[in-house]
């Protein structure tokens, strides 16, 4: 089965600072990756996902950027952080060819000060 | 284009109770249904599927959903509930490649 990583588990960061979220994934190979955000109270907002190595497709424009160094590394960035950008970070996977669930690792709480 | 509601974004019972958590979708296509829960500062996990097949699907604990392809439904029962069932209960939809979640449904299950 698969195990999504994710750290940090919380993080506080002032505006204008840069941020680096990283995600890997274990028990899998060639996986589709995913960032979610969950903004208070809310559902789930998709933000990037890619379906290889140097694949990010982006659903929406914002000042977050998205990198897939390698296979089971999903990374995700920005070069100066806005109050916006605060909320609960999710990365995910798709679980098998045919079993279209996702996995999801614990989460970053990201609070913008 | 593709979209979930839940009814409710909060469903409060009491210990033992009948748990009914409502999912209504829209789809071009046919979908593949899911039910996540998500406890405080945590990750989704999957409670149950839909994908084809037999309509009445079962989950982890003790949960269980039946897709109704007239009604567009999804609904979330368990016969009773647990204290350790309070959550947020998120219900998806995958068709065409794409997911959508529903906005959640917070479940508060009262001793």
């Excluded at chain 1, 890997?24 to 903004?39: F, H, I, K």
């Excluded at chain 2, 009491?14 to 945590?42: K, T």
């Amino acid at each position: 089965s698969q195990t999504i990583h994710q750290w940090p588990a919380t993080l506080v960061q002032p505006v204008g600072s840069p941020l680096s979220l990283e995600c890997t994934v274990e028990g899998t190979s060639n996986p589709n990756l995913y960032w979610y955000r969950q903004a208070a109270g809310r559902g789930l907002q998709l933000l990037f996902y890619s379906v290889g190595i140097g694949q990010i497709s982006s659903e929406v424009p914002q000042n977050l950027s998205a990198s897939r160094p390698q296979d089971r590394q999903f990374i995700l960035s920005s070069k100066k952080l806005l109050l916006s950008d605060s909320g609960f970070y999710l990365c995910a996977s798709i679980r098998g060819h045919r079993d279209y669930g996702y996995t999801f690792g614990s989460g970053t709480r990201l609070t913008v000060v | 284009a593709q979209s979930v509601t839940q009814l409710g974004s909060h469903v409060s019972v009491s210990e033992g109770a009948l748990v009914l958590l409502r999912c209504n979708y829209s789809s071009s296509v046919p979908p593949y249904l899911f039910w996540y829960v998500q406890y405080p500062n945590q990750g989704l996990q999957l409670l149950l599927k839909y994908t084809t097949g037999a309509t009445l699907v079962k989950g982890i604990n003790g949960f269980e959903a039946e897709f109704k392809k007239s009604e567009t439904s999804f609904h979330l029962t368990k016969p009773s509930a647990h204290m350790s069932d309070a959550a947020e209960y998120f219900c998806a939809v995958r068709s065409a490649g794409k997911s959508t979640f529903g906005d959640g449904t917070t479940l508060t299950v009262k001793p």
